[in-house]
């Protein structure tokens, strides 16, 4: 059974850099395409980032400042997002299923193979 686990939040100032880590069970992220959704308080979970065989996408919202990546050695999906806003706060879950890069703007997370419990991160001066 595929299982994600999400570690890396916590409470930032705007402006700094933070990195969150997706770790896989059961299965290496080099074959999945992982992707990164997070909610906002009183906002629709949205689809943030993915990372696919050859290609990635970013959301409008964090082109230019969020980068995702894998490390293959240690079978993880990093998210690392630069220039925090305030908007970002959210908890961010990562999520897999077959051809998710160009889905994941539009399907919902609970819709997929298998997503972790999420890690929060709230931006705040």
């Known amino acids: 059974q595929m299982q994600l686990e999400e570690s890396g939040g916590g409470l930032v100032q705007p402006g700094v850099f933070l990195t969150h880590s997706c770790d896989a069970s059961e299965f290496t992220v080099d074959d999945f395409s992982i992707g990164w959704y997070r909610q906002a308080p009183g906002k629709e979970r949205e689809g943030v980032s993915c990372?696919?065989?050859?290609?990635?996408y970013y959301s409008d919202s964090v082109k230019g400042r969020f980068t995702i990546s894998r490390d293959h050695a240690k079978n993880l999906v990093y998210l690392q997002m630069n220039s925090l806003k305030p908007e970002d706060t959210a908890v961010y879950y990562c999520?897999?299923?077959?051809?998710?890069?160009?889905?994941?703007?539009?399907?919902?997370?609970?819709?997929?193979?298998?997503w972790g419990r999420g890690t929060a991160v709230t931006v705040s001066s």
């Open positions: 990372i696919g065989r050859t290609s990635t």
């Open positions: 999520a897999t299923d077959p051809g998710l890069c160009s889905r994941v703007a539009t399907v919902p997370m609970d819709e997929l193979d298998a």
